[in-house]
Every structure is written in C-alpha cells, then in structure tokens.
Nanobody
C-alpha cells in the first residue's frame, strides 16, 4: 500500500499562484510515475501533469506553460507549481502514484478555487 498526503490547495485570485505537494509513504518502491489529476464539478477526472521515475514530464494542453510538475525522490514528494491560475482551473486536485506492475493509488484530494 502507498499512502499519499496532499497539501497546498486553497483560494486564490485569477492570475495568482499555488503550489501543491504530495508526500508518499508506505510501499514506495517500484514507482513508475507520479502525477496530478483534477476533477471539477460535473466533469470527469482528468490528468493535469505527470512525471516518471526518469524525470519525463507530461502536461495537459490546458496547463502547458503555466504549471510545472517536479519530484523530490529523496523525500518521495511530488509538487505541482501552478502559475497564472484561471477560474477554469478550479477543481479538486488528486495526487496519483502508478507502480511498475500497474497498481495505482490516490490521495484524498485538495480543493483549488480560483476566483475571477
């Protein structure tokens, strides 16, 4: 089992910034990738950004150039720096871990609200 603890969500005005953190503990070996997803009311959960164990990153088109994902392997923590936030970024953000053998784990979610 992998436990994920997220932090850093909150309320911010459009154009502002937030940084999300997700600390992993437990069976943290053989992690293939870590990432962030989000789910807005009435919408499906979508990938925001991911980073592999080798450092390769992937971003949703809607956040490219504004969000940056990074990973501190020593702390087993993944970060999401969110700049130039827009009201449409409002959602619950979930941390995700994908292990090499395919099992996946989710954090409890953290609310991000961007006011116009």
């Amino acid at each position: 089992q992998v436990q994920l603890v997220e932090s850093g969500g909150g309320l911010v005005q459009a154009g502002g910034s937030l940084r999300l953190s997700c600390a992993a503990s437990g069976s943290i070996f053989s992690i293939n990738a870590m990432g962030w997803y989000r789910q807005a009311p009435g919408k499906q959960r979508e990938l925001v950004a991911s980073i592999t164990s080798g450092g390769r990153t992937n971003y949703a088109d809607s956040v490219k150039g504004r969000f940056t994902i990074s990973r501190d392997s020593a702390k087993n923590t993944v970060y999401l720096q969110m700049n130039s936030l827009k009201p449409e970024d409002t959602a619950v953000y979930y941390c995700n871990v994908l292990k090499v053998l395919g099992s996946t784990y989710w954090g409890q979610g953290t609310q991000v609200t961007v006011s116009s």
